[in-house]
């Protein structure tokens, strides 16, 4: 039986602390399973301006960066499950209107601010005298915790017993920057080579993280299989294939308590069936002036507008898709180009097309309930979660086969299944799918059938935390990792 283990867990943002996206959600969830489980869980994430109702209590600390001396104060919220969260408050670098850039760009002094997160993190965790079994890190923004236990603080004992998870939540972000800010990591030289963060003349936070880190994991099995390829690996592949053995994946939860259309208090109507869901459909139609009757069947998105949510293909099938008979949701916001295909395509026809060019969580809840269908191409798609939520609300999905969404969804075949999936990049593929889509909401008796497979799957965080909880067992039974630079 697994025995309690300390863990403080470290991400850029925190549901419902800070969110722009799926790591949120996963680092707010995934510690009151955790601590169900019974093991004692803390939460670290900056404190930015949109937290500035959640601390309670606060502290000050003193943060040595290179050539200088940066205050933080700490403050502390709480997640459900009466889980501790500490934010870390720096006005120099957190005080912002956005997490990391800009709209389309980027803080020049991202790696200042993240260096400095890390840094703070194994502060905060001696300043509270809380000592713990396990780090787990997520993504690059936290890249560095491993790199500096096995440098600036490998010599200092009450370091010494701590291991690490590192979690990669999407490869292609990577926290690389010129070899000029180097220095603001605060370590020795000889971690500026290639067997140290440098990646192709450039540092790499993310780079330091599957180094340096004790085990690396993935949120979905497949993803996992996916990045240590040439194709997905985004240049980072033969290090994963090195770590092969410390690697595995994991399939992210969903919290029900905030996706359920039976206790959702953001929606039209509370539903738990089928038959339950026509008066949110309505309420979404009339919210954005849709003219379509019952038998046309309406697709949404909820997405990120990038290239690697598919935004191309959907662009290369549009024309076909117009002569379907289906209408079209799109919340979302990102690249330009994406923002003015979709606005062109609502003007072209507002009768069957909408959009809404922003990240709303509200109207992700009331589109997700009042829609028909979810589509996610995806080129790739490191766990993905809109896909899971759709499930619960009775929206049948039509997934690219990758990543999470190849574990999550099973094509339907008139009895099993819960959704559509095609080929990733793949016009004909997407094209057939959504006609055995089609197909299959004209047929009422199949497609309750597939509505209610859907509603009726659990990937509740109890499996998945399950899981987490297994690895870090694990962590903490294994010799640490011997990777460091003499």
Known sequence: MSSSLKILLVAAEVFPFAKTGGLADVAGSLPSSLKKLGHDVRVLLPKYPCTESQPIRSLDLEIEIPNSTEKATLFEGQLPENVPVYLVGNDTYFDREHLYGEPGTEYSDNAERFAFLSQAALETCKALDFQPDIIHCNDWHTGLIPVYLKSLYLKKKWYSKIRTLFSIHNLGYQGNFSMEKFSATGLPDKFAGSDGIEFYGKISFLKSGLLFSDTLNTVSPRYCQEIQTAGLGFGMEGILQQRSKDLTGILNGVDYSVWNPATDKLIAEPYDSLSKKQKCREALINKFSLKIDKNTPLLCMISRLSSQKGIDLLMEVSEDI?????????????????????????????????????FDDTLAHQILAGSDMFLMPSTYEPCGLTQMYALKYGTVPLVSSVGGLDD???????????????????????????????????????????????????????????????????????????????
Request: positive net charge; glycine residues 6%.
């Open 322 to 358: 117009k002569e379907k008979k289906l209408a079209l949701l799109v919340l979302g916001q990102g690249d330009s180009k994406y923002e003015s295909f979709f606005s062109q395509l609502s003007d072209s026809n507002p009768n069957r097309y909408a959009t809404a060019l922003t």
């Open 408 to 486: 999550s969804i099973q094509t339907f075949d008139g009895k099993i299944g819960t959704g559509f999936k095609f080929a990733p990049n793949d016009k004909n593929s997407l094209l057939l799918a959504l006609k055995k889509a089609l197909a299959c909401f004209s047929d009422k008796s199949s497609w309750e059938c597939l509505v209610n497979n859907g509603m009726s799957k659990d990937f509740s965080w109890d499996n998945a935390g399950g899981k987490y909880s297994d690895l870090y067992q694990e962590i903490y039974n294994s010799a640490p990792s011997h990777k460091t630079l003499q």
